[in-house]
């Protein structure tokens, strides 16, 4: 049950001064409310005496009162060091997930899904806050009241009858044990369950769209309902358990107060105690009512933290398998590509991706591929941009091996624009200038034109400041995918790797576009994969993929020679643009 309290041994150590503050206060709270039940026995002893002064009341009326006021201001002073603490760890906490998700690379995003990392982000986070703050407070307040209690009980009214009334207590102890077990072994369940809920609330409502384009609102629905189900079902286990608790408590409060109620009405008829000290006892005894219930709730609070914490180190734990070189270089030109890739499969898979692909590139050229859909294109990409390592073969940037470059310096030389782009829910501007947030107006203006957006961006109502929403929704998908090669452009890198980026603008804007960039890129490396011939036909070496081999490769003219599936698949495309053009033309 303690062994959160190691685990957050750090934390504690690093706010030591508040923390002694907090624990300062709680434990005089503890002695000055030990001393009520003394003044009021007194009290009544002295009414039973018949020996009451005014000044004597007025004195210890005042002498209360004084204990009041002094107990406000030493609450105050507990609960803001406390609390304070408590939302700092989670703070802590929080920057450190934050900093580890960016750290991590695309197996981990694989591994673990959106609402998982999210469910770790709050959940689990705010039962460490409960542990830092609530836990603290309930352990330290519970176990000094008890000790000032008992020690009242004991010294200074009679420590038999203590003794006799304590009795039943031990039995406390076990049924907290038992109880703190059976927390932790449920608790897990219970986390488990609200991950994969919250995972299913991101996917509907990010992938809401397409759930309504297939109808599927209701089975989406009642998907939910049943791990809504599943989320109660679990949590309900745990607060059965701690139901269970709440009564025994009363039990063992109430077998105290039968004990007293005989014992002490013995010792006062044998004149051992007087009738003031018996109701002073009593009033103890209240006063333990609460560090006893406190007990289930801080074993409760315990496990739950201890759990958490588990589950969050965990995932710190996890190593990105991409990760900087301790004697990475920098600085290199981004002059020569040479990529010899023997066999490559995905992490945790054996299906062979890509099997001898193997090209050179150097300043000024620029290479095409192609071939269907699935062929593993995308997945090259993801090996020159270390997403993943390549195991068996290599890849070498001007002869250095691309796992010894500094990765900074490598995500900022080698742009990539995938197939399917991000942008961010800011400016228009703002997306363009994300890897450059210094950039001047002209200069973002400069990077919309080459990519032939800027246009496009004039038209609308606030022009650069528009805003886009969240995923580009009021965009159409050709404007997209041009603001997110004008977001690329300006990084201004010396390769350029562009995963069907124009798949979605017409032929057309997409011949400007590749002019553009000849023109404007005369000592890049560029590689462009497409399913549009045309536009790599200009490429200096082309490669048809099929099933993750090089099937044909040359240039354009040496391709149709082969008489191929590129010469098959380019005179299939020129008769459909001839077709549609002779369509357009009869318009
Ligand atoms: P397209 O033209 O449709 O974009 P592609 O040529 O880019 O296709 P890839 O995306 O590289 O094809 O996919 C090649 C193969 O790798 C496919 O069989 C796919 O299922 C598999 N694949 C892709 N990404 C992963 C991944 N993250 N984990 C495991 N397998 C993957
Ligand atoms: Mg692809």
Not at 168 to 183: E, K, M, N, S
Not at 264 to 285: D, E, H, M, P, W
Request: proline share 2%.
């Amino acid at each position: 049950m303690f062994a959160i309290f190691r685990k957050l041994g750090w934390f504690f150590k690093m706010r030591w001064k508040t923390y002694s503050l907090a624990i300062g206060g709680l434990i005089a709270c503890a002695i000055l409310s030990a001393m009520i039940p003394l003044i009021i026995g007194r009290l009544v002893d002295q009414m039973a005496q018949g020996t009451i002064s005014w000044d004597g009341l007025i004195q210890q009326t005042g002498f209360l009162l004084a204990i009041g006021v002094s107990m406000y201001g030493l609450r105050y002073m507990w609960r803001s060091n406390l609390f304070g603490n408590s939302t700092l760890l989670e703070a802590i906490m929080r920057n450190r997930l934050f900093s580890h998700f960016t750290k991590m690379d695309q197996k981990f995003y694989n591994d673990y899904r959106t609402g998982d990392l999210m469910a770790h982000a709050t959940n689990d986070l705010a039962a460490l806050r409960f542990v830092a703050g609530g836990g603290i407070m309930t352990l330290v307040d519970s176990l000094f009241i008890t000790l000032f209690t008992l020690l009242s009980m004991f010294f200074l009214i009679d420590w038999q009858l203590t003794l006799v009334t304590i009795l039943p207590f031990p039995l406390l102890i076990f049924v907290a044990r038992y109880l703190g077990q059976l927390i932790n072994k449920h608790f897990h369940g219970s986390l488990q369950s609200f991950s994969k809920m919250n995972d299913h609330v991101q996917e509907s409502v990010s992938g809401m769209k397409v759930i309504k384009a297939f109808g599927e609102e209701e089975e989406d629905y009642q998907d939910f309902v049943k791990e809504t189900e599943n989320v109660v079902e679990k949590n309900r286990k745990v607060y059965l358990i701690d139901s269970a608790y709440t009564p025994v408590i009363d039990v063992i409060t109430g077998l105290t107060y039968v004990l007293t109620i005989a014992f002490g009405t013995y010792f006062v008829q044998n004149g051992r105690i007087s009738i003031g000290q018996l109701i002073a006892y009593f009033s103890y005894l209240g006063n333990m009512t609460w560090p006893l219930l406190a007990v289930g709730r801080l074993v409760n609070t315990m496990e739950r933290g201890n759990v958490s914490y588990d589950r969050v180190t965990d995932l710190l734990s996890v190593n990105a398998k991409v990760e900087n070189a301790s004697d990475a270089v920098s600085g290199l030109a981004y002059h020569d590509l040479a990529v010899n890739i023997e066999s490559f499969s995905y992490p945790d898979s054996d299906a062979v991706i890509l099997e001898h692909v193997d090209f050179k590139l150097t300043a000024n050229q620029t290479l095409g591929i192609v071939g269907r859909t699935g062929s593993g294109k995308s997945s090259l990409f993801s090996l020159l941009v270390r997403n993943f390592d390549i195991e068996d073969g290599q890849i070498l940037i001007d002869g250095q091996p691309i796992a010894q470059i500094d990765l900074t310096e490598l995500n900022d030389r080698v742009g990539y624009i995938s197939q399917n782009n991000l942008l961010f829910s800011t400016t228009v501007r703002d997306n363009i200038r994300f890897g450059r947030p210094d950039m001047t107006q002209a200069e973002v203006e400069r990077f919309a034109k080459l990519a032939d957006v800027h246009e496009d961006i004039l038209d609308f109502a606030q022009g650069y400041d528009t805003l886009v929403g969240e995923r580009g929704v009021s965009l159409s998908g050709g404007q997209k995918q041009r603001i997110a090669i004008a977001r690329t452009l300006a990084m201004e890198p010396q390769i350029l790797i562009m995963d069907d980026a124009l798949s979605a603008v017409d032929a057309k804007t997409e011949q400007r576009i590749l002019a553009n960039l000849k023109a404007f890129r005369t000592q890049g490396i560029t590689i462009i994969a497409t399913h549009r011939i045309s536009s790599i036909m200009h490429a200096d070496e082309i490669l048809v993929l099929d099933k993750g081999r090089v099937s044909e490769r040359g240039d354009h003219a040496a391709l149709l020679d082969q008489a191929g599936w590129y010469d098959n698949m380019f005179t299939q495309q020129q008769l459909e643009e001839k077709l549609s053009e002779s369509g357009e033309a009869n318009e």
